[in-house]
């Protein structure tokens, strides 16, 4: 990694730490545990400037300091770790056939890792955490969780992924 990209990736692992850090934040209105929050969109930013490898380290970076922070340690850490990680896994797998490919493929990665992670987490650790879940009808709780959790990925992926294109469409120039 050469300096500017380590001076990129450290200034935007900053800005991803005052990002979630910030109170701008909108819970999830199906689950309010959930919220959307702008503290990855520089990993994102860095996956599609320049690759995985800044994006990871601006990720680890992040979880890093929220395991500091003591911010609902250790799963909230983790579970940001897991979200950005397998966007950006879906974003390297996909961008060598555009950015809308890329966009489908990392929804999708994380979608599916990180709906089976909390339902991993909700049955076997918080079993009666499913008595707060709204009622869908001819769905089981589990099935509800499931359901909610998938539509919480997809619309956190768009807001990331959207806003780090658009960030990257208009400096990308100075970013490379």
């Known amino acids: 990694m050469n300096r500017k990209r380590l001076a990129l990736t450290a200034s935007l692992t900053a800005a991803a730490v005052v990002l979630e850090a910030s109170p701008i934040r909108?819970?999830?209105?199906?689950?309010?545990?959930?919220?959307?929050?702008?503290?990855?969109?520089?990993?994102?930013?860095?996956?599609?400037?320049y690759g995985p490898y800044e994006a990871t380290a601006s990720a680890l970076g992040l979880a890093a300091v929220l395991f500091a922070l003591g911010q609902f340690v250790p799963i909230g850490p983790i579970y940001k770790l897991l979200a950005v990680e397998s966007a950006i896994l879906g974003i390297w797998a996909g961008l060598r056939f555009g950015q809308g490919f890329a966009f489908i493929v990392s929804t999708l990665i994380?979608?599916?890792?990180?709906?089976v992670a909390?339902?991993?987490?909700?049955?076997?650790?918080?079993?009666?955490?499913?008595q707060f879940v709204p009622d869908i009808p001819f769905m089981n709780a589990l099935t509800a969780l499931a359901v909610l959790l998938i539509l919480f990925n997809i619309l956190q992926n768009a807001l990331s992924f959207g806003v780090a294109a658009a960030i990257v469409k208009r400096v990308g120039r100075i970013l490379l």
């Open 26 to 49: 909108f819970p999830f209105p199906l689950l309010p545990f959930l919220v959307f929050d702008f503290g990855e969109i520089p990993a994102f930013v860095l996956a599609l400037a």
């Open 118 to 130: 909390n339902l991993l987490l909700v049955e076997l650790f918080m079993p009666g955490f499913l």
């Open 110 to 115: 994380r979608t599916a890792v990180m709906t």
